[in-house]
């Protein structure tokens, strides 16, 4: 099991789900070379001006490609287009979370955008949020995500429809004259020729520009381009993560409507999500350790909402009564998928750089996916604008690559921690009980365990949203107080949980695998060479 150095239990709106497999497709750098021979040719001058603006490729329609056109619509000396493989956009898709360091970004770089944000949004971070004992149903840790916020002045943690999001960063981008949306032909890969880069489409037709960005997803084919190795499969870096998830979503009456935003509910081996997404709508999520496509062998003769209670017996009436009322049409189950940090691995190419999932994916925890994809954005838009020659493309790039590699990486570590502890780590705490009789319930070293950390979780929660909300800028590469922090706080944890983290495969030694990478510690002759790698980094 690879994990990462530090914890966290703010569970997402937005899920990495893997789509239905589909044939992998050739990323042969010869191949394509041979695709794009007969192009014509693009040969820009050197200096970039409004006469001859900087020409963005976008690989992909997501967050983090949309927020950066957007965001670049008010400099005349650069030009975005986004090809998006899908015919039309269509209004699908659920809630994404927009947490604060991400709207803090949408203020200060692209007003309207957040403001229209702001008006179709559902505030989450004012309101009670934490983690429930699944079996009693008692509250065991709360997170408070409102006060670190407030301190900085920063708005609110929230969620949008994913399509009201699409819609408003859409609207934007075509707003004026120097942002343009294709759609209907995918990327398949790139070459490079000088300074022109040239993208293959799917249609065999080739883009050309002075720049390609790819934000293409987990499964990017511009990535897989970039370090020779296919999209999907063995071999990609994106793996599954040992975890399935059933999510449903449906218009409820909760009984805490507008005093609670999420609640986690945890217990052995599994854990239950239900979060408010607005307008009298919610959506809860199943998370359970299952092999891959553990759906194909599954029988469920009385519907999926029943069987997900069946696993769930025992637990809090909550739970039962949003599933007893949730049609077998508001249910998906998806496997998730994610990559390790690319800490080693080329965020980078000449004139191409990678972002949001192609370079990053993680798991949905801790709500920061987009977040981190929008973080992605805003560095590029401050580094891209200040570009007066196209001879300075590949340095700009790299800047972005060192101001964003530290503190994503760690954002994904600790998103994929969140649910290796929060499944293999966590059982109902031990309680002494004195009605009817004196007892004390579930006794055993994981209760134990799980009972010991309750206190010392509020600090961790503390440290964590500190993390988050004061390093949006990336202006650091390493925040020195979290890493102390989560050192410190972190240390105890795992001291505590050493027994029951190393049944499941966590253990003491966590850190630097899934922060790295098992696979990355190749071609390092022994300890010396990694770490002097390391610290160049630095």
Sequence with gaps: MRTAYILCFLPGTSLAFTPAASPLRSHSISALRSTVADAPAYAPPAEISPENPLRVIIAGAGVGGLAFASAMREYPNVKCTILEKTDEFKRFGGPIQIASN??????????????????????????????????????????????????????????????????????????????????????????????????????????????????????????????????????????????????????????????????????????FVITDIGKGNYQWYAFLARPPRSYEGEERPDGTSAYIGNLFEGWSEDIHHILRVTKENEIQQRDLYDRPPSVFKPWTDGNVALMGDSVHAMMPNLGQGGCQAIEDAYVLRQELSKLRNRSEIP????????????????????????????????????????????????????????????????????????FLYDGWKNDVKIDVRAAIGFAVVGGLILLLGAGTLGEAGIGLGLGADFLLGGELFEGFEGLDGFFAQFTNLL
């Design 102 to 271: 991400a709207m803090e970004i949408l203020k200060d770089m692209d007003r309207d955008v957040f403001d229209s944000i702001s008006e179709k949004f559902t505030f989450t971070g004012d309101k009670e949020n934490g983690i429930k004992d699944g079996i009693r149903d008692e509250w065991y840790a709360k997170f408070d995500l409102g006060t670190p916020a407030m301190d900085r002045n920063m708005p609110y943690t929230g969620v949008i429809d994913r399509p009201d999001l699409q819609e408003i960063m859409l609207n934007s981008v075509r707003s004026v004259g120097n942002g343009e949306v294709r759609n209907g032909k995918g990327c398949t890969g790139y070459t490079q020729e000088g300074s022109v880069v040239k993208v293959a489409m799917d249609d065999g037709s080739i883009v050309e520009g002075d720049l390609l960005l790819g934000a293409d997803g987990i499964w990017s084919n511009i990535a897989a381009t970039m370090r020779g190795t296919p999209a999907k499969g063995e071999g990609s870096g994106a793996s599954y993560s040992g975890y399935t998830v059933f999510a449903g979503e449906l218009a409820y009456d909760s009984f805490d409507n507008g005093s609670v935003g999420y609640k986690v509910y945890i217990g052995p081996q599994q854990y």
């Design 395 to 466: 340095g700009a790039l790299e800047t972005y690559r060192d101001r964003r590699l530290i503190r994503s990486a760690a954002v994904q570590g600790l998103s994929r921690f969140a649910s290796d502890i929060i499944i293999r780590g966590f059982d109902t705490p031990v309680k002494l009980v004195t009605e009817p009789e004196l007892r004390i319930e579930n006794f055993n070293y994981a209760g134990i365990v799980t009972r010991m950390l309750q206190p010392i979780l509020p600090i961790f929660f503390i440290i964590q949203f500190a």
